[in-house]
């Protein structure tokens, strides 16, 4: 069966979705887009270090660069108005020798001439008082005011949610197979059927490149790096109030030891080039390697709070730059978006709908009016008594309280599956409204999510899943 839509995104991540919200906002044309996983934000931007980096690491003149710089100053104000979790808690960048004194020195050259705002060199004095857990050992380190933090895959359901309250249709476990140039647009081909379109944009993170591919004679190739992470529970005093950097080598930015906008303590990530760009498996091995190089940031760091580990894979483009733009006539596409691709994700996304939208063969569809972005109730664990009284009186279901670890109520779960693009799965919820995100990972509330998540779905509790694919909770009845 083929269908039709006006323009076709190709990757439910942070690119596509903020992609789809920036022309939905502009145009009434149709707007679908198409995912592989059960869900958005399933690949790269759920499982990343969630900064908002500052934009001193890339090349001066690379569109790693630019196009940093240019989302990092859009990140208050867009997160301001989607209501999600951000913190501009700043960045070190520590040097425990002399080799690594001048790499700070030299990143803090490409900074400014980046055009990044307020970065210094901070003693080793003047460090430890500004961070008292950090390695004496340290002997400087490059400061970055304007670095911040904020919840990766919270934003991701924001501009899904808003573009989808403006036209927007999302279509799930749906992966294109390959692309046709037609007389009056393209065809993706899927396992479901074509889709027909006038116009394509290619978002699809570690598999970009086998669609750019398929369009471009410049033929590209990504490599998949993974990286691992530990996650360690809230602490009564966090040991950091900055996201610390050790000096990145030609891998990446190093290990890091960061704060979350959630208060948990995040370690790591590792990279490792590997050739299945979705083993997203964590390791012994791997997982040892974080925790030696988080020491030698943070002496004091122990395993003992850990909740969780996860990895991710970044997709690395082997020319070591951002390929964004228009491949071939009506087709768009953002290749190798690894880091500070979160970062650069919302001016990524403003170029794509003004590229996409001034193509001559393109109906022009001005939107006069657009729908307001999607407003999530205050969290409850965030709630003075009063107000946790007052949501009770107004909403029962507030009464009821499913996740201990995070303080989530059954209210705000049901609220996480009613949203315009909502939670259908066990994880969908867990990252929707934190139920499942605690020291005890869903152990006590697991059962109570998928008793919810069927009988909101109107499914068996036998056909609910952890994740996307097949990964179902339960295997029948007794």
Known sequence: MQTYTDILIIGAGVVGCAAARALSLRTKADILVVERAGDVAEGASKANSGI??????????????????????????????????????GALVVAFDEADRAT????????????????????????????????????????????????????????????????????????????????????AHTAEGDIACRCVLNCA???????????????????????????????????????????????????????????????????EDIPDGLDVATTAEGLADVFAKAKLTWP???????????????????????LVGRTAPHCWEAVGVESPGLTSAPAIAEELAAAILADEAFPAKPREETAAPYRRAKPFNEMTAEEQAEAVRKDPLNGQLICRCEV??????????????GARTVDGVKRRCRAGMGRCQG????????????????????????????????????
């Open 300 to 322: 004091g760091v122990s395993l003992r709070t850990a909740v969780t580990n996860f990895s991710g894979i970044r997709a690395h483009e082997d020319r070591g730059d951002f």
């Open 205 to 271: 993170g570690i598999d970009s490149a086998r669609l750019h591919n398929q369009v471009s004679a410049d033929k590209r190739h990504l490599t998949a790096r993974r990286g691992q992470y530990d996650v360690l529970d809230h602490p009564e005093t966090p040991p950091f109030s900055r996201t610390i950097f050790q000096c990145p080598t030609k891998m990446g930015k190093g290990v890091l030891v960061t704060p979350t906008v959630h208060g948990n303590v995040l370690l790591g990530p590792t990279a």
């Open 408 to 421: 989530v109520t059954e209210a705000e779960i049901r609220a996480a599956i009613r949203r315009p693009v």
């Open 52 to 89: 908002v980096h500052a934009g001193f690491d890339a090349h001066p003149g690379s569109e790693k660069a630019r196009l940093n710089v240019l989302g990092a100053r859009m990140y208050p104000a867009l997160c301001a108005e989607l209501q999600v979790p951000f913190r501009a808690c």
């Open 104 to 187: 700070v020195e030299n990143l803090l050259a490409q900074g400014q001439a980046n055009g990044v705002p307020g970065l210094r060199i901070v003693e080793r004095e003047e460090l430890l008082r500004m961070e008292p857990n950090l390695n004496p050992a340290a002997v400087c380190a490059l400061e970055a005011p304007t670095s911040a933090i904020v919840s990766p895959y919270e934003l991701v359901f924001a501009l899904a949610d808003h573009a989808a309250l403006n036209g927007t249709e999302f279509r799930f476990d749906t992966e294109v197979l390959g692309l046709t140039q037609t007389e009056s647009g393209w065809l």
């Open 443 to 478: 152990g006590f509330c697991a059962p109570r999510v998928v008793d919810i998540l069927a009988e909101e779905l109107g499914l068996p509790k036998t056909a609910i899943t952890k994740g996307s694919g097949e990964s179902r909770m339960l295997v029948g009845e007794i």
